[in-house]
Structure formats: structure tokens, C-alpha cells
């Protein structure tokens, strides 16, 4: 019998803690217990056979840290090889082998991927590849993934599984206290990512006892539709005696689990602390025991890197507002490689109470393939919301689902026999929930049978490729009212019966039903009341339309899913300011502060004192009657030298100087709005290419440089952090630079900026080169040959007007 | 055998006036001190504040620090540990979430970046004040003042060596790049001699 015909009608018994067995019998901390794979066969082969005698149906192969960061190839294949030529004599030595199965056993790397860390996700997957293959290789039976603290980790292990062997595969994480991972996904989360991806079974398993962990086990128990794996410690570890001793007895732990397993789990064991006799006793409490039927639990979820999103209680928001279609500031942003922009307009929707972003960066004269991906990561970098992958590049959908870290909403699939091969086979690989166009090769029919019709083609589809109807999202197209005064009705009808007839969720993009009218928020908010009555689940909307949540939170009063109306009265309150602009009114210091007549005018102060919003609107406000030349150079530049005079000075400090900088921002933005629409924008000064170091990810002084540096006209191009040398220099070159900055924050990074100046020396001989950084000094600088340091950003601004001056 | 011990603390008291030290101010006004009060107010359910740790023999040749399980030439931290016989080997995080928060801010907002950043600073220091105080008072010994790698001539490399010994990214999360630095980065490793009171 395969591993998976038994985990389908039985409870599976695994083994408990291998890496505390060998403490106990030797292992010293930091030495690599894989090695004893090797050295100690006849000790690792006793523990498996004492836990299979115990009861076990799998033991874990030691092979648990077992991968190309800690071993050279040759080294890895004879330990893995090792590893399960001794679990396999440990089971040949039990008599029968009937239901005894041995697990390729995945840890994680011990290594933190990007952004938080320097591990990059395909370089995780090439790791974890080798072990799975090397494991197929020598014989297991199943892939063990666990103790993953990081869900994005757990992804790339997966993945790895999935594409190198045909194993099933069992994953399970490492929650803590709180009820997360350590990078802080819940289990509902990463039941949606794993169960989305494919897993045989999921759970939990170290970091705590059989007690603290029953609550992610519950969770678990509701979320998942597959098996559900539970493997704790042996309780807490405590100092007694200078020994190490777990404060949960076998007894006790085995009584604990097999509750558990009366709820529900199915595969169960221990992990540190636990020893064969802990499994001796569990299966005794637990071989009497049915297994319990695991059920579809029906549920359609999305998820991030830190939580999930449910479709079918509350309506779901998904902002529309990341998409250059009509918005000349953002197609500008995309040709420009501006991912600042396109991250504000990420941060901003989420802070309005969207729980989806939709990303489309889609426009001629763009590689949108890698566009793509890297606005994913760098969404992912700076907003926990799961995201929805909007494009219709086939190449650029799976580039972007494959490093989605997460279970992430797929936009779109429809009827058409092409859209079904493309993107179906994506969605069985990584996972995802689609929204699905009711239109084919016809195109859109004009009625509403005829669009259910098609839902029930695509739901046919769906099932050939073993997708589950959960995972597909029906969208049957708000059409123009203004070109067809019946569109939205038969919009609205193709909609109910989808709902009500095939149980399927429902989503619109709200926007298009109003193209042509004027007051078109009017029309857009009337139709999504009318949608939601009709069993809306989600909508691609606009979050900054006052009008369309004031809906959304009105709806959600009205079919009682705000208690007491809580969200309601909070959101009320902004109702009317959200509605208008921020007016400005021509005294507006006069009575906040009597000093206000020191400074030329309210700009100037809003500037000074760091005043963002307010600096933005008095700027638009002066922009109506004054050139936007004299704006810069009488009202903000002067503003940015006091601020920077009394920084200098040491009058005022840091958070002070950003603050005004900010403020100068967003008054610079105000301008660009209005010389973009105009076509009048200005020449920027010369160009500065900045970045961080190969091998450094601070970029805090990076960021405060760029900040000023733009404030004060240069065109400033940012390469990012951990850059190498090639990169700085071609960036150079391409734009002909002739000012680099270059960070580092490390002794460890110093070198990597020592390395990209003498390239760029020999490549770019034009270019001068200002460093800067914490454990740099004036000296250290010119040794590794910059032409300045510079001690901070004001430093920096008055270096590149020296070198670049106002040309 | 030398145990590894985890724990888990809740949020020690914050000191505000370190925090805007770190930011980079040496006096405050009100405005200054209402922001970053409601960065803490912010961060607040994003720490977590995770310590593992173990004691080791330590003997002291020279500058060679030999401490069991591992070893290290450093005169400065020989210096450091002079006439102890066991050292408190510990590494400690506040965890990801304020790195996400700095990381997040660096692109819309460095002030706010400057000043997250600054708090944590100051959060993983006063993790580490209180669980060095609390590993005293409970066994009833006198520490040293911490030593970290970096400091006078402990290379970083060591860091590698504290990384396997403490098993950081298994007990708590914490791991180390190619560069040494740590992920997440509000972390610190350090010795701490042990002196016996008597």
C-alpha cells in the first residue's frame, strides 16, 4: 500500500523528536546531526526501529537540515542516501513492513528570504530541489516539510516537492504563542497557501506543547480540507539541574493528542522532547480510534504572507486604483520605474479599508513580465493585503503567482477555450482563486442565461483540471448603461443566478456600468447597493469614492454583519471629510500660531513645520495664480535651506528635517499633477544614481538621501538595496551620470563599495562617487577611493550641487 | 551539556528619551514626543520579544576565549570576561514586524521610517537590559556588561559560530545572511560573564 492509499482511510502515527534524542544520547550544540547519519548509523537506526516497534507508520528520515547551504553536493547525496538506507534497516529489522513508511524529512534553510532577508526565493527552491530529488532518489516514501517558521519558506519547499518529485507531501509549521508563524501568518492562511498548492496534509508542529498548540489545531480543523497534522513538543523546556527537561510526561501528552485526533486530525506524532515512548503511548490512546472523515470545507479564501480573506460574509473590497488605464501620472511612473508611486497607491487604498489590491501595470513600451513580478514583491514588501494579479500576459501571471507569497486572486479566466488552458494549469500548480469573465469565443451574450451558461462551461472546465468550484469567482461583466440602458439588469440577473443556483461567489468590476456619464460616482455606488442585494461577494472598486463606502458601510449595517453598527459610526465620521478636498482658507495660521508672519507665506510654514497635507494644498492653491517656477525657487526652495541651515546647525534634528523634506514632497507632487496634465514639467537637474550595497538591505540613509536629493531638483534614480556593481554601473552609464551614492552600513558591506567604485573607475571614469554610511569615515572613504564622504544627506545635497550645480 | 532555553517576554517598559536619542535627537519638543508616541501606539501589537540563550564553561588563554562547545580569539573579550568562570551566551529579537514597518515607511514616509527604526532600537536594547536583569536576580549571580561581536576585535564571523551553538533560527526565528547581518534586524547576540555573588 502507497503512503496515500493509507493516509485516505487511516490515522497515521509518526515518530517524535529526533534532534532531542540525539542530544540526549551525545549530540553537542552546533555540531550537524545529519553527519551522524554516517558516523553513528547504528544509533540512528535504532531510534527509528525503537519508534517504529513504538508504533510509528512513518518515521522521519535525519535528514532535517540536509541541504546545499550546510553540506557540498557530493557530501549531501551520501547523507541523504545514508539517512534512508538506515531508517530503511531500521524497518526491515521490525519483521513486517506492512504500513511502515519513511519521510524525506525539510527543515528550513536556518536563512531568512527577501525582503526581510538575502535569500531569494528561486535560490530557496534550487536548495530545497536537490534534497527532494536526492530523496526520491534513495527511496522515501513521502516529503516531510516542517518546523517552517516563515510561509514564505514553506512556499518555496512546496514547490520544490511538487516540481522534483511525485511523492505525496506532508507540510507542517512552527507556530508561536501568539498563533502565527514567526513572520506572522495565521493557520487559516496557510491552510489557503497549502491546500492551494496542493499538500496531502497540513498542520503544526514544534515550538510548543500539545496544550498551547490545541487552539492552531482547531483552527486548522475548520480551515482545511485536507488531513491535518499535529506534532508537538513534549511541552516546555526547562533548566533543571543544568539538564534540559520537558514539562509534559508521556502520559499526559499522549492523552492530550489523541483528544485531537478524536476532533479530527489524522496524522499525528511529537517533536522535541518526545521520545519512543511518548509514541508508545500515543498509539496505544489512539489505534482504537476511527479515523474522522475529512470534509470539503467549502470555503473561498485568498490569502497574504500574514492572513486570509474569506469570501461570502462581508462584502470584499478589492482596490482597482493600481492600473495606468486612463491615469497619465501612473503610466509616467511605470516608464519611469517609479515603484515608490505604484507603492503609495497600494499603501493608500489599504489604508481606506480595502482588503484586495488589484495590480495591473499593463502598457505598451513596458516589459511587463518582469514589471510585474517585481511590483508583486515590492507590493508584498510594504502591504500585508493579498493581492490580485491582473493581467493578461500568460508569461507575466505565472512569473507573478509564482513568487505571490501567499494563496493569491487570479484576474481573470472566461469561457474561451484558450483562457481555460492558460490559466487552469497555473492555478492547479501554485494555487488561487479565479475570477472567472462570463464571455467565450462569442463574446459577451447579451442575456443572462446565456452568461450563466458560460459559468457552467468554465465550472466544467475547472473540475477536468481538479479545480474546485470554491476557487472560481464569477464576474458577469458590468457593461456601459449609457450605450445600453438594459446592460445592468441583465448584469445584475446572470449574477443572482449564479449565486443562487450554482452556490458559486460573485465579483464586479463596479466602475465600468457608469463609463460616459457624468457624476459618475452616482451611478457606480447605486449599482453596487443593487449588486450586494443581489449576493454580490466582492467588487473591484474605487476606494476613494466617498460615495462607494459610504455603501459599503451602510450595506454592511443593513444585513447585519456590524455589530451594533461599529464600523458604521466610525466611518461616518470621515463621510463628509473624505468627500471634499482639503479647502484652504487664507488665514489659516493666523490664529494657530502668531509666528506665522516670519514666514513669506503658508506654504512656506506648512513646509517648515512638516505639514504634508496642508503644504500640498496650499500649493495647489497658489498654483491657480502663480507659475510653478516661482512656487520652487520663492516658497519651497527657501523653505528646504531654513530647515537645512538649522539641521546643519544642529537647531533642529532629524525627524524634523524629514518631516519638512516630506512636506516639500508632496508640494513637489502637487506640481508634477499640474505639469503633467499640462505638459509643461520641468527639466530636472542633473541625474544621481543612488543604492545600497551588494550584500546590505539598510536603506533608511539610502532613502533620506533620495528624499532630498529629489526635493532639491536632481533626478534621482534609486537602484534599491543588496545592488551589486554591475548594476550601479550600468545604471551610470545608461544615464550618463555624473553622480553616484552609494550606501553601506556594515564592515562586512564595505568591500562590496570599495569593489563598485573601482568598476565604476574603469567603466564610467565621469562619474564622482559619494559614500556614506554608518561605519564609514572621511578617511575610510577615500581609502577605498570615493571622491566624498558625506557625514549625512544634507551633506550629500551640497556635494551634488558642487558637482552638478544647476546644469 | 549545555541546555538551550527559549523565552518569551511581554513588552519591557519604553525609554522615550532613548528612543529619540536614537533617532538622532538630543532634546525634544511636543510635537516630536506626540509622534513618537504614536509610532509606539502603532508598533505595539507588531513586537514580539523572543530571548534563547545557554551558559557555558569558559576558560581563557591569552586572547583565546574557549567556551566548550565553540571558541574565539578576542583580547577584548577575554578582557571582558577576566575571572568568570561560565558565560551567559544569549541572542535576542523583537521580530520582523518593525522591520516591515521601517522597510514600509522607507518608501512613503523616512520620517516616520527614521523614527520606527530609532523605537527599535530602543525595544531590542530593553529586551535585553530586562533579560540579563532577570537571568540575575533568578540565579542569583552578577553579570558583566554585554559584549557583542563587532565590538573591539570579536570579529562578526563569530556570529556564525553563536548562530549554530544558540540554534537561533529555530528557537527564534532569528537568522544570519551572507553579510552577518542578522534578519530580523531589531537583534542582538552577546556574551555576559557570569560573576557568583557571595
Same mark, same amino acid.
Not at chain 1, 101 to 109: N, S, V
Not at chain 1, 461 to 487: C, Q, R, V
Given at each position: 500500500?502507497?503512503?496515500?492509499?493509507?493516509?485516505?482511510?487511516?490515522?497515521?502515527?509518526?515518530?517524535?523528536g529526533?534532534g532531542?534524542?540525539?542530544?540526549?544520547?551525545?549530540?553537542?550544540?552546533?555540531?550537524?546531526?545529519?553527519?551522524?547519519?554516517?558516523?553513528?548509523?547504528?544509533?540512528?537506526?535504532?531510534?527509528?526501529?525503537?519508534?517504529?516497534?513504538?508504533?510509528?507508520?512513518?518515521?522521519?528520515?535525519?535528514?532535517f537540515g540536509?541541504n546545499?547551504f550546510?553540506?557540498?553536493?557530493?557530501?549531501?547525496?551520501?547523507?541523504?542516501?545514508?539517512?534512508?538506507?538506515?531508517?530503511?534497516?531500521?524497518?526491515?529489522?521490525?519483521?513486517?513492513?506492512?504500513?511502515?513508511?519513511?519521510?524525506?524529512?525539510i527543515g528550513p534553510t536556518g536563512k531568512m528570504l527577501k525582503p526581510l532577508g538575502d535569500l531569494d526565493f528561486?535560490?530557496a527552491?534550487?536548495v530545497f530541489?536537490?534534497?527532494?530529488?536526492?530523496?526520491?532518489?534513495?527511496?522515501?516514501?513521502?516529503?516531510?516539510i516542517e518546523t517552517m517558521n516563515d510561509a514564505y519558506e514553506t512556499k518555496a519547499a512546496l514547490?520544490?516537492?511538487?516540481?522534483?518529485?511525485?511523492?505525496?507531501?506532508?507540510v507542517t509549521n512552527a507556530y508561536g504563542d501568539d498563533g502565527m508563524l514567526m513572520t506572522g501568518a495565521s493557520p487559516a492562511a496557510m491552510a489557503a497557501l497549502l491546500?492551494?498548492?496542493?499538500a496531502?496534509?497540513i498542520g503544526a508542529n514544534c515550538s510548543l506543547g500539545?496544550?498551547q498548540l490545541?487552539g492552531i489545531a482547531?483552527e486548522l480543523?475548520?480551515?482545511?480540507?485536507?488531513?491535518?497534522v499535529f506534532k508537538p513538543n513534549?511541552?516546555l523546556p526547562?533548566?533543571?539541574?543544568?539538564?534540559?527537561?520537558?514539562?509534559?510526561?508521556?502520559?499526559?501528552?499522549?492523552?492530550?493528542?489523541?483528544?485531537?485526533?478524536?476532533?479530527?486530525?489524522?496524522?499525528?506524532?511529537?517533536c522535541c522532547?518526545?521520545?519512543?515512548?511518548?509514541?508508545?503511548?500515543?498509539?496505544?490512546?489512539?489505534?482504537?480510534?476511527?479515523?474522522?472523515?475529512?470534509?470539503?470545507?467549502?470555503?473561498?479564501?485568498?490569502s497574504s504572507y500574514t492572513h486570509a480573506?474569506?469570501?461570502?460574509?462581508?462584502?470584499?473590497?478589492?482596490?482597482?486604483?493600481?492600473?495606468?488605464?486612463?491615469?497619465?501620472?501612473?503610466?509616467?511612473?511605470?516608464?519611469?520605474?517609479?515603484?515608490?508611486?505604484?507603492?503609495?497607491?497600494?499603501?493608500?487604498?489599504?489604508?481606506?479599508?480595502?482588503?484586495?489590491?488589484?495590480?495591473?501595470?499593463?502598457?505598451?513600451?513596458?516589459?511587463?513580465?518582469?514589471?510585474?513580478?517585481?511590483?508583486?514583491?515590492?507590493?508584498q514588501s510594504v502591504s500585508d493585503?493579498?493581492?490580485?494579479?491582473?493581467?493578461?500576459?500568460?508569461?507575466?501571471?505565472?512569473?507573478?503567482?509564482?513568487?505571490?507569497n501567499g494563496k493569491?486572486?487570479?484576474?481573470?479566466?472566461?469561457?474561451?477555450?484558450?483562457?481555460?488552458?492558460?490559466?487552469?494549469?497555473?492555478?492547479?500548480?501554485?494555487?488561487?482563486?479565479?475570477?472567472?469573465?462570463?464571455?467565450?469565443?462569442?463574446?459577451?451574450?447579451?442575456?443572462?442565461?446565456?452568461?450563466?451558461?458560460?459559468?457552467?462551461?468554465?465550472?466544467?472546465?475547472?473540475?477536468?483540471?481538479?479545480?474546485?468550484?470554491?476557487?472560481?469567482?464569477?464576474?458577469?461583466?458590468?457593461?456601459?448603461?449609457?450605450?445600453?440602458?438594459?446592460?445592468?439588469?441583465?448584469?445584475?440577473?446572470?449574477?443572482?443566478?449564479?449565486?443562487?443556483?450554482?452556490?458559486?461567489?460573485?465579483?464586479?468590476?463596479?466602475?465600468?456600468?457608469?463609463?460616459?456619464?457624468?457624476?459618475?460616482?452616482?451611478?457606480?455606488?447605486?449599482?453596487?447597493?443593487?449588486?450586494?442585494?443581489?449576493?454580490?461577494?466582492?467588487?473591484?472598486?474605487?476606494?476613494?469614492?466617498?460615495?462607494?463606502?459610504?455603501?459599503?458601510?451602510?450595506?454592511?449595517?443593513?444585513?447585519?454583519?456590524?455589530?451594533?453598527?461599529?464600523?458604521?459610526?466610525?466611518?461616518?465620521?470621515?463621510?463628509?471629510?473624505?468627500?471634499?478636498?482639503?479647502?484652504?482658507?487664507?488665514?489659516?495660521?493666523?490664529?494657530?500660531?502668531?509666528?506665522?508672519?516670519?514666514?513669506?507665506?503658508?506654504?512656506?510654514?506648512?513646509?517648515?513645520?512638516?505639514?504634508?497635507?496642508?503644504?500640498?494644498?496650499?500649493?495647489?492653491?497658489?498654483?491657480?495664480?502663480?507659475?510653478?517656477?516661482?512656487?520652487?525657487?520663492?516658497?519651497?526652495?527657501?523653505?528646504?535651506?531654513?530647515?537645512?541651515?538649522?539641521?546643519?546647525?544642529?537647531?533642529?534634528?532629524?525627524?524634523?528635517?524629514?518631516?519638512?523634506?516630506?512636506?516639500?514632497?508632496?508640494?513637489?507632487?502637487?506640481?508634477?499633477?499640474?505639469?503633467?496634465?499640462?505638459?509643461?514639467?520641468?527639466?530636472?537637474?542633473?541625474?544621481?544614481?543612488?543604492?545600497?550595497?551588494?550584500?546590505?538591505i539598510?536603506?533608511?540613509?539610502?532613502?533620506?538621501?533620495?528624499?532630498?536629493?529629489?526635493?532639491?531638483?536632481?533626478?534621482?534614480?534609486?537602484?534599491?538595496?543588496?545592488?551589486?556593481?554591475?548594476?550601479?554601473?550600468?545604471?551610470?552609464?545608461?544615464?550618463?551620470?555624473?553622480?553616484?551614492?552609494?550606501?553601506?552600513?556594515?564592515?562586512?558591506?564595505?568591500?562590496?563599495?570599495?569593489?563598485?567604485?573601482?568598476?565604476?573607475?574603469?567603466?564610467?571614469?565621469?562619474?564622482?562617487?559619494?559614500?556614506?554610511?554608518?561605519?564609514?569615515?572621511?578617511?575610510?572613504?577615500?581609502?577605498?577611493?570615493?571622491?566624498?564622504?558625506?557625514?549625512?544627506?544634507?551633506?550629500?545635497?551640497?556635494?551634488?550641487?558642487?558637482?552638478?550645480?544647476?546644469? | 551539556?549545555?541546555?538551550i532555553i527559549t523565552k518569551t517576554y511581554k513588552a519591557?517598559?519604553?525609554?522615550?528619551?532613548?528612543?529619540?536619542?536614537?533617532?538622532?535627537?538630543?532634546?525634544?519638543?511636543?510635537?516630536?514626543?506626540?509622534?513618537?508616541?504614536?509610532?509606539?501606539?502603532?508598533t505595539e501589537d507588531k513586537l514580539t520579544y523572543n530571548v534563547c540563550y545557554?551558559?557555558?564553561?569558559?576558560?581563557?588563554?591569552?586572547?583565546?576565549?574557549?567556551?566548550? #562547545?565553540? /571558541? @574565539?580569539?578576542?583580547? =577584548? !573579550?577575554?578582557?571582558?570576561?577576566?575571572?568568570?568562570?561560565?558565560?551567559?551566551?544569549f541572542a535576542a529579537t523583537v521580530g520582523v514586524g518593525i522591520d516591515r514597518l521601517i522597510s514600509k515607511?522607507?518608501?512613503?514616509?523616512? #520620517?516616520? /521610517? @527614521?523614527?520606527i527604526? =530609532? !523605537?527599535g532600537?530602543?525595544r531590542i536594547?530593553?529586551l535585553c537590559?530586562?533579560f540579563?536583569?532577570?537571568?540575575?536576580?533568578?540565579?542569583?549571580?552578577?553579570?558583566?556588561?554585554?559584549?557583542?561581536?563587532?565590538?573591539?576585535?570579536?570579529?562578526?564571523?563569530?556570529q556564525?559560530?553563536i548562530f549554530a551553538?544558540l540554534d537561533c533560527p529555530r528557537k527564534i526565528g532569528l537568522s544570519l545572511n551572507?553579510?552577518?547581518l542578522m534578519s530580523p534586524t531589531k537583534s542582538v547576540t552577546?556574551?555576559?560573564?557570569?560573576?557568583?555573588?557571595?
Amino acid at each position: 500500500m502507497t503512503f496515500s492509499e493509507f493516509l485516505k482511510n487511516n490515522n497515521v502515527c509518526l515518530d517524535g523528536g529526533m534532534g532531542t534524542d540525539l542530544q540526549r544520547l551525545g549530540l553537542k550544540p552546533g555540531e550537524n546531526p545529519e553527519k551522524w547519519n554516517i558516523t553513528h548509523p547504528e544509533i540512528i537506526i535504532d531510534i527509528h526501529r525503537q519508534y517504529f516497534e513504538a508504533g510509528s507508520n512513518v518515521v522521519c528520515a535525519n535528514t532535517f537540515g540536509a541541504n546545499l547551504f550546510k553540506f557540498d553536493a557530493e557530501e549531501l547525496e551520501s547523507i541523504i542516501k545514508a539517512a534512508l538506507d538506515n531508517a530503511k534497516a531500521a524497518r526491515n529489522s521490525c519483521g513486517s513492513c506492512e504500513n511502515k513508511f519513511i519521510a524525506l524529512d525539510i527543515g528550513p534553510t536556518g536563512k531568512m528570504l527577501k525582503p526581510l532577508g538575502d535569500l531569494d526565493f528561486e535560490d530557496a527552491v534550487s536548495v530545497f530541489s536537490e534534497t527532494v530529488r536526492l530523496g526520491a532518489k534513495y527511496g522515501a516514501d513521502l516529503i516531510y516539510i516542517e518546523t517552517m517558521n516563515d510561509a514564505y519558506e514553506t512556499k518555496a519547499a512546496l514547490l520544490a516537492a511538487k516540481e522534483n518529485c511525485v511523492l505525496p507531501v506532508i507540510v507542517t509549521n512552527a507556530y508561536g504563542d501568539d498563533g502565527m508563524l514567526m513572520t506572522g501568518a495565521s493557520p487559516a492562511a496557510m491552510a489557503a497557501l497549502l491546500e492551494g498548492m496542493g499538500a496531502d496534509a497540513i498542520g503544526a508542529n514544534c515550538s510548543l506543547g500539545p496544550k498551547q498548540l490545541t487552539g492552531i489545531a482547531e483552527e486548522l480543523l475548520k480551515y482545511s480540507s485536507v488531513p491535518v497534522v499535529f506534532k508537538p513538543n513534549a511541552g516546555l523546556p526547562k533548566l533543571v539541574d543544568g539538564k534540559t527537561v520537558f514539562d509534559v510526561g508521556a502520559e499526559e501528552f499522549a492523552e492530550d493528542v489523541a483528544a485531537l485526533v478524536k476532533k479530527g486530525v489524522r496524522v499525528f506524532g511529537g517533536c522535541c522532547g518526545t521520545t519512543p515512548e511518548y509514541i508508545k503511548a500515543l498509539a496505544a490512546k489512539t489505534n482504537k480510534l476511527p479515523p474522522v472523515p475529512v470534509s470539503d470545507k467549502n470555503l473561498t479564501v485568498v490569502s497574504s504572507y500574514t492572513h486570509a480573506v474569506a469570501f461570502g460574509g462581508a462584502p470584499v473590497l478589492i482596490g482597482e486604483r493600481i492600473n495606468p488605464t486612463g491615469k497619465k501620472l501612473f503610466k509616467q511612473a511605470l516608464l519611469n520605474n517609479d515603484i515608490d508611486y505604484i507603492l503609495a497607491e497600494g499603501i493608500k487604498q489599504q489604508e481606506k479599508g480595502v482588503h484586495i489590491l488589484d495590480v495591473n501595470v499593463g502598457m505598451p513600451g513596458i516589459d511587463e513580465v518582469s514589471m510585474l513580478e517585481n511590483t508583486v514583491l515590492e507590493l508584498q514588501s510594504v502591504s500585508d493585503l493579498p493581492l490580485q494579479i491582473d493581467t493578461s500576459n500568460i508569461n507575466a501571471m505565472e512569473a507573478a503567482l509564482r513568487r505571490y507569497n501567499g494563496k493569491a486572486m487570479i484576474n481573470s479566466v472566461n469561457g474561451k477555450e484558450e483562457s481555460i488552458k492558460a490559466i487552469f494549469p497555473l492555478m492547479k500548480k501554485y494555487g488561487g482563486v479565479a475570477v472567472a469573465l462570463t464571455l467565450d469565443d462569442n463574446g459577451i451574450p447579451d442575456t443572462a442565461s446565456g452568461r450563466f451558461e458560460i459559468a457552467e462551461k468554465i465550472l466544467k472546465a475547472a473540475e477536468s483540471y481538479g479545480i474546485s468550484k470554491k476557487d472560481i469567482i464569477f464576474d458577469t461583466l458590468a457593461m456601459t448603461i449609457s450605450a445600453e440602458s438594459s446592460a445592468a439588469t441583465v448584469t445584475l440577473e446572470a449574477l443572482e443566478r449564479i449565486r443562487k443556483e450554482l452556490g458559486c461567489h460573485t465579483s464586479l468590476g463596479i466602475s465600468n456600468v457608469s463609463f460616459g456619464l457624468p457624476n459618475r460616482d452616482a451611478v457606480n455606488s447605486t449599482f453596487f447597493a443593487l449588486a450586494l442585494s443581489k449576493g454580490l461577494s466582492a467588487a473591484i472598486m474605487n476606494p476613494y469614492s466617498a460615495d462607494m463606502m459610504k455603501v459599503y458601510y451602510s450595506y454592511k449595517a443593513l444585513a447585519g454583519l456590524d455589530e451594533n453598527c461599529g464600523e458604521y459610526i466610525a466611518a461616518a465620521e470621515s463621510f463628509t471629510v473624505a468627500a471634499e478636498p482639503i479647502t484652504v482658507k487664507k488665514a489659516d495660521f493666523g490664529t494657530e500660531s502668531t509666528s506665522a508672519a516670519e514666514f513669506s507665506s503658508n506654504l512656506q510654514y506648512s513646509i517648515i513645520k512638516g505639514l504634508k497635507e496642508k503644504a500640498a494644498a496650499y500649493t495647489g492653491e497658489m498654483l491657480k495664480t502663480t507659475p510653478y517656477l516661482e512656487i520652487v525657487n520663492n516658497e519651497i526652495i527657501p523653505a528646504l535651506d531654513k530647515v537645512g541651515i538649522g539641521f546643519e546647525n544642529k537647531t533642529l534634528y532629524l525627524p524634523q528635517l524629514l518631516m519638512s523634506a516630506e512636506a516639500a514632497k508632496s508640494a513637489f507632487e502637487k506640481i508634477k499633477e499640474f505639469t503633467t496634465v499640462s505638459g509643461s514639467a520641468p527639466a530636472a537637474k542633473g541625474c544621481v544614481v543612488i543604492a545600497t550595497v551588494k550584500g546590505d538591505i539598510h536603506d533608511i540613509g539610502k532613502n533620506i538621501v533620495k528624499l532630498l536629493l529629489s526635493n532639491y531638483g536632481f533626478n534621482v534614480i534609486d537602484l534599491g538595496k543588496d545592488i551589486p556593481c554591475r548594476a550601479v554601473v550600468d545604471a551610470v552609464i545608461k544615464h550618463n551620470a555624473p553622480l553616484a551614492g552609494l550606501s553601506a552600513l556594515m564592515t562586512t558591506t564595505v568591500p562590496a563599495m570599495e569593489e563598485t567604485i573601482k568598476l565604476l573607475r574603469k567603466e564610467a571614469p565621469f562619474c564622482k562617487v559619494v559614500v556614506g554610511g554608518a561605519v564609514l569615515t572621511a578617511e575610510y572613504a577615500m581609502k577605498i577611493g570615493a571622491d566624498k564622504y558625506a557625514k549625512d544627506a544634507m551633506e550629500t545635497v551640497r556635494y551634488a550641487e558642487e558637482v552638478i550645480g544647476n546644469q | 551539556m549545555t541546555a538551550i532555553i527559549t523565552k518569551t517576554y511581554k513588552a519591557p517598559p519604553i525609554r522615550e528619551k532613548e528612543a529619540l536619542r536614537y533617532a538622532g535627537c538630543r532634546a525634544a519638543d511636543e510635537e516630536t514626543l506626540k509622534l513618537l508616541r504614536s509610532y509606539i501606539d502603532e508598533t505595539e501589537d507588531k513586537l514580539t520579544y523572543n530571548v534563547c540563550y545557554g551558559v557555558f564553561p569558559v576558560s581563557i588563554n591569552g586572547g583565546f576565549c574557549d567556551f566548550g #562547545a565553540f /571558541s @574565539v580569539q578576542s583580547a =577584548a !573579550l577575554a578582557k571582558n570576561l577576566y575571572g568568570c568562570e561560565s558565560v551567559l551566551l544569549f541572542a535576542a529579537t523583537v521580530g520582523v514586524g518593525i522591520d516591515r514597518l521601517i522597510s514600509k515607511y522607507g518608501r512613503i514616509s523616512p #520620517a516616520r /521610517s @527614521v523614527m520606527i527604526d =530609532a !523605537l527599535g532600537a530602543e525595544r531590542i536594547e530593553a529586551l535585553c537590559d530586562k533579560f540579563c536583569e532577570d537571568f540575575a536576580l533568578e540565579n542569583k549571580v552578577r553579570l558583566n556588561p554585554r559584549f557583542s561581536p563587532g565590538y573591539g576585535d570579536l570579529p562578526l564571523a563569530s556570529q556564525k559560530d553563536i548562530f549554530a551553538v544558540l540554534d537561533c533560527p529555530r528557537k527564534i526565528g532569528l537568522s544570519l545572511n551572507e553579510s552577518l547581518l542578522m534578519s530580523p534586524t531589531k537583534s542582538v547576540t552577546a556574551f555576559a560573564g557570569i560573576v557568583r555573588e557571595n
